[in-house]
Each structure stands twice: as structure tokens, then as C-alpha cells.
Nanobody
Framework: QSQLVESGGGLVQPGGSLKLSCEAS????????VTWFRQAPGKEREGVWC????????YYAESTKDRFTISRDNAKNTVYLQMNSLKPEDTGIYYCAAARGIYCPGPEGPYERWGQGTQVTVSS
């Protein structure tokens, strides 16, 4: 069964850091671009960062461009999102999604597989 599983979320104080993981099973993740999305309570889902199979990256959420970093470890079939200087407005459920292609397709996709999400809460 092909699936994506996110982990690494939790409760952190403002200014803190978290590193999210998106691990694939049942398929080879390094054949796909991968995007991290997030959805805050009462808001629409938004794209955050994307990484291509060549490890070129692009951000979709302007507020994260100097604080978040996306990376991938093909040997572990995993994509990461390092989040630093976290703010309360970063709170939400974070999802990863594998694109149909090798380049970042933008938040609109298309995306073939989605994880179930991991909760990130930034609060004092």
C-alpha cells in the first residue's frame, strides 16, 4: 500500500523550532516533487514549500521564506521541513503531498498522494 506519513509535529513556544518528516512507503518518493501544505483553523489549505527531485526548492508561503527549509533524503525515502523562529500564525495541520511530476507544480498540483497530516501548535 502506497502512503505518506508525516511526523514531528507538536506543541512549541514562539521562537522555537520543529522538524517535520514525510516518509513514503510502498513507492519511491524520490521520483516525485513534494510539497508541504498547511491548514490553520478556519482557513483554507495553503502551500508552504516544495522540493523537486533535483532538490531545487521554492516557497509558496511568503511568511516562511526566511524561516523554513525543505530538504530530502532519498536513501530514507523522506522529505523534511525544518521550521525555525516559529510564530503562533504557523499553527495548523501540516500535510505533505507527492506531485505527479518531477518539478514543483505549484500549490494547485496535480498531486497524487497525500499524507494524513501532523499537528503543529505554536503557543506560550
Amino acid at each position: 500500500q502506497s502512503q505518506l506519513v508525516e511526523s514531528g509535529g507538536g506543541l512549541v513556544q514562539p521562537g522555537g523550532s520543529l522538524k517535520l518528516s514525510c516518509e513514503a512507503s510502498g513507492f519511491t518518493l524520490h521520483n516525485s516533487a513534494v510539497t508541504w501544505f498547511r491548514q490553520a483553523p478556519g482557513k483554507e489549505r495553503e502551500g508552504v514549500w516544495c522540493i523537486s527531485i533535483y532538490s531545487t526548492t521554492e516557497y509558496y508561503a511568503e511568511s516562511t521564506k526566511d524561516r523554513f527549509t525543505i530538504s530530502r533524503d532519498n536513501a530514507k525515502n523522506t522529505v523534511y521541513l525544518q521550521m525555525n523562529s516559529l510564530k503562533p500564525e504557523d499553527t495548523g495541520i501540516y500535510y505533505c503531498a507527492a506531485a505527479r511530476g518531477i518539478y514543483c507544480p505549484g500549490p494547485e498540483g496535480p498531486y497524487e498522494r497525500w499524507g494524513q497530516g501532523t499537528q503543529v501548535t505554536v503557543s506560550s
